[in-house]
């Protein structure tokens, strides 16, 4: 009766030392464990925190995340918390990932939307 899996992973929240590895880990032991019941999984959500490692490290991590979960077969998609535009306060949530209007999605105060832009591509490509 299961159409399809969806888990989230916010290790800081849960207290692990290590993010990086541990977070390619858990993506993959996820998307293999829904393959094997024959389901799609769907990374509901996925963050660090904002006011944790430097931006640089945030992005090289969630990029090497979605590259993980792009990876897998059994993984039908991935979300991120919380994608917000102008109206929402920066300090709304530790893991906003937001778009400012008026700029590019590379521009640092965008955080991550260059990120997106770049899955989105590659999610569609066969």
Known sequence: AVDVGSAHLYPEHW??????????????????????VGRPLIVGELGLQN???PL????????????????????AGVCTWSFSTDDRPDDWDAYTWTWRDGTTPDDPTNRYAALHQRQAA???AP
Do not use: F, T
Request: proline fraction near 2%.
């Open 122 to 124: 590659r999610w569609a």
């Open 15 to 36: 207290g692990w030392s290590e993010v990086e590895e541990a977070g390619v880990a858990w993506i993959r032991d996820r998307a293999r464990r829904a393959a094997a």
């Open 51 to 53: 006011d944790g490692l």
């Open 56 to 75: 640089a490290e945030r992005r090289r991590i969630y990029a090497r995340w979605l590259d993980a979960a792009r990876a897998e077969p059994g993984v």
